[in-house]
């Protein structure tokens, strides 16, 4: 494992974001390991120490403005929006689909990056890209802090992520015996 991998884990692992049990993901699959990226966010020294360490990945120059869903991407969309000097707006659910509200606006052609706390499918991030086209912006990429995807989540822009990290997924049918053996949580995203 490289050390900046390690370093990151370790702020996870310190700020318990990195949980250990039996979870169902947002994605349905069950996992024996769980990113809350919201207990990262209440400390938000460690918030802008991971998000310099992602915005090393980005192009600032690349971007007019970010745009993050709610609730896993507000704290982290809008510190990388801070420190690169960008309009932030997030999408929020309506009737279990994201949107955007509170008078938020897309102009024509405006540049987009999305930012998200954690991918295993993508569904939120393809969400997201869908809602900047729809409202005649462009998106031009992602950026998340844990990808968990094992590298299958794939989207329609370029997506740099700060930590690369896939724990074992389960469909439900496929547990194995000593995850089925703990009772399932589902810790929220």
Not at 36 to 61: I, S
């Amino acid at each position: 494992m490289k050390k900046e991998d390690e370093k990151i884990l370790n702020i996870f692992r310190e700020t318990k974001a990195l949980m250990e049990g039996h979870f169902i993901l947002r994605s349905g699959l069950h996992s024996g390991h769980f990113f809350q990226c919201a207990r990262v966010c209440e400390h938000l020294d460690r918030v802008e120490e991971l998000v310099e360490m992602l915005v090393k990945k980005l192009n600032p120059d690349d971007y007019d403005a970010v745009l993050a869903p709610a609730m896993g991407g507000l704290v982290l969309g809008q510190e990388v929006a801070r420190q690169l000097k960008k309009r932030f707006i997030f999408a929020e659910k309506v009737d279990g689909n994201l949107a955007l509200r509170r008078n938020f606006k897309i102009s024509k052609g405006e540049r987009f990056l999305v930012v998200e706390d954690v991918i295993t499918r993508g569904g939120r991030v393809d969400e997201c890209l869908q809602i900047i086209k729809e409202n005649g912006g462009t998106p031009v990429a992602v950026a998340v802090l844990v990808d968990r995807s094992a590298g299958k989540a794939k989207f329609e822009v370029p997506c740099a992520s700060l930590l690369e990290f896939s724990f074992p997924t389960y469909e439900a049918d496929k547990l194995p015996k000593e995850l089925a053996a703990i009772p399932a949580e589902h810790p929220g995203s």
